[in-house]
């Protein structure tokens, strides 16, 4: 069956019970809640007046079966107390609001084993994993309720911080929304990665931002407003909106995601000081750079390292996003334009831990592919790109294995919109024909598109041919993604070859 006819197979998948993929030749915890020191955060008494601690998200764990290392996940319904005093009902992976952390290394064969005890359809799709694509967990592999899923593949990459959340087509943000999201990070055991803060839940802390709106009952509003989706003013940091995380060392690795279905973050210090960017969406950069803002878009990663004086907090806000207006309409949509609020608010000990200073070279980036590349063009032009809505059953793009090509996204009008490719990173060649800042220099699978801009980006696809399954790319403000602004494309070998 080729991919021109994929509604059966869909069908087939849905009322499957179990779906084992065939990609390659444990239990998960809760979040620690307020008062315990989850995932190995610092214990200690009671926090700041008017915050509660910081929930670390568990490490999840696993169990090896015939050189697989297996995960469990169960997408499930719960209740949490996103603010004080409200139940919210909300869906988690294995818990009531988002999911364990997954932690394996590069060169491990890893499996996940999926089981949906939602009312609904889902999937999960393992975003900025290099994978097969009929591991990737797109709308292509959905999980009917009471239904599960079984992808495995091995971890061919370097060191990152990845996340994974749901795909299905059309109900993306919703899903997202509601609380189904976790990290997933990988491990290479690298020189530079061991020497920067490393110990999980201490001094290295996942940061996963999302906003919600509760209504006065503490339940979701799940009103999809005109032109900004699922977004609220409770803005949370793994779960809960007041976080403050309590540090004993004298320099902090945060890993940021912006987990968000619309809205943009612009990162900084409550002091204005500076901060080092060590990575990015698909790993360490080159070196690392001295930022005091940084713009994160839906989707997007970033690793930071924040220098701590012992008993001075710091703490990182959002500031008032630098994207222009919409005719007629106020702020783009997402970009929080004219907000500031405060996120995480870090407290040192009295007496802080010595680490050791950033190195001054993190990874080698080998410089961008162009000779002989293939040439396309994406326009996001509202909610399509190229004009056309998103067709499970049309094939957009066919690129070959090995084969440079360069792609330039541009964004059609004023509204925010950023641009992601499942499978493989890219690099950024230029934004607006100007050189790209340093923070866009490494290894990226989302990126922002100024309104009424464009950029260009370099991308090689090694290997997983599979004319059969496609990946998907799109922009990742899910509202954006739901209705129509994504598209498809299979990798192949030369010649058409697959493998």
């Known amino acids: 069956m080729g991919v021109w006819s994929r509604r059966a197979v869909l069908a087939g998948l849905v009322s499957a019970p179990v779906l084992t993929a065939g990609c390659v030749a444990g239990t998960a915890g809760r979040a620690a809640p307020d008062g315990e020191s989850g995932g190995g955060a610092v214990p200690g008494g009671p926090g700041p007046a008017g915050y509660r601690r910081l929930p670390v998200p568990p490490l999840a764990e696993s169990r090896t079966e015939d050189g697989v290392r297996w995960f469990t996940l169960e997408a499930r319904p719960g209740r949490a107390d996103i603010v004080p005093g409200k139940s919210t009902p909300t869906w988690g992976y294995s818990q009531d609001l988002l999911g364990p952390t997954l932690r394996a290394r590069t060169g491990e064969t890893v499996g996940v084993r999926v089981r949906n005890r939602l009312p609904e359809p889902t999937s999960v799709h393992w975003h900025g994993m290099h994978l097969p694509a009929a591991c990737d967990g797109g709308p292509h592999q959905p999980i009917a309720p009471d239904a599960g899923w079984e992808p495995s593949w091995t971890i061919a990459q370097p060191a990152a911080t990845l996340w994974y959340h749901p795909h299905p087509h059309g109900s993306t943000q919703l899903h997202t929304y509601r609380g189904l999201a976790g990290l997933f990070l990988v491990d290479d055991g690298t020189a530079a990665g061991t020497a ?272 059969r399954n496609p990946y998907m790319y799109h922009c990742h403000l899910m509202r954006h993604e739901d209705d129509g602004m994504m598209g498809q494309f299979v990798v192949v070998g030369k010649g058409g070859r697959t493998g």
């Open 196 to 467: 920067l803060p490393h110990e999980y839940g201490v001094d290295d802390l996942p940061v996963i931002l999302q906003d919600k709106k509760l209504n006065a009952d503490g339940t979701l509003d799940e009103r999809n407003e005109a032109g900004t989706g699922l977004t609220g003013p409770t803005v949370t940091v793994n779960g809960i909106a007041g976080a403050y995380a309590p540090v004993a060392t004298d320099r902090v690795r945060l890993r940021i995601l912006n987990g968000s279905t619309m809205r943009v973050y612009n990162l900084g210090l409550d002091d204005d000081g500076e901060f080092e960017m060590v990575a990015s969406d698909g790993g360490l950069l080159a070196a690392p750079v001295r930022l005091r803002r940084l713009l994160l878009t839906p989707g997007e990663r970033a690793e930071v390292v924040v220098r701590l004086q012992a008993g001075r907090p710091r703490t990182l806000r959002s500031f008032p996003a630098p994207l222009p207006a919409r005719k007629g309409r106020g702020p783009s949509a997402g970009a929080a334009q004219g907000e500031e609020f405060e996120l995480l608010r870090l407290d040192p000990r009295p007496q802080l831990r010595a680490g050791t200073a950033t190195p001054s070279a993190l990874a080698v980036i080998p410089p961008p592919v162009t000779a002989s590349a293939v040439a396309r063009t994406f326009e996001l032009d509202g909610n399509t790109i190229n004009g056309l809505p998103m067709d499970m059953e049309r094939i957009d793009v066919t690129a070959t294995v090995d084969v440079p090509e360069v792609w330039t996204v541009t964004n059609t009008h004023n509204r925010v919109h950023n641009f992601h490719v499942h499978d493989n990173h890219f690099q950024v060649l230029d934004v607006n024909g100007g050189p790209p800042p340093p923070e866009l220099a490494g290894w990226k699978d989302t990126v922002s598109v100024p309104p009424s801009g464009s950029v260009r980006l370099a991308v090689v696809f090694r290997d997983y041919a599979d004319p």
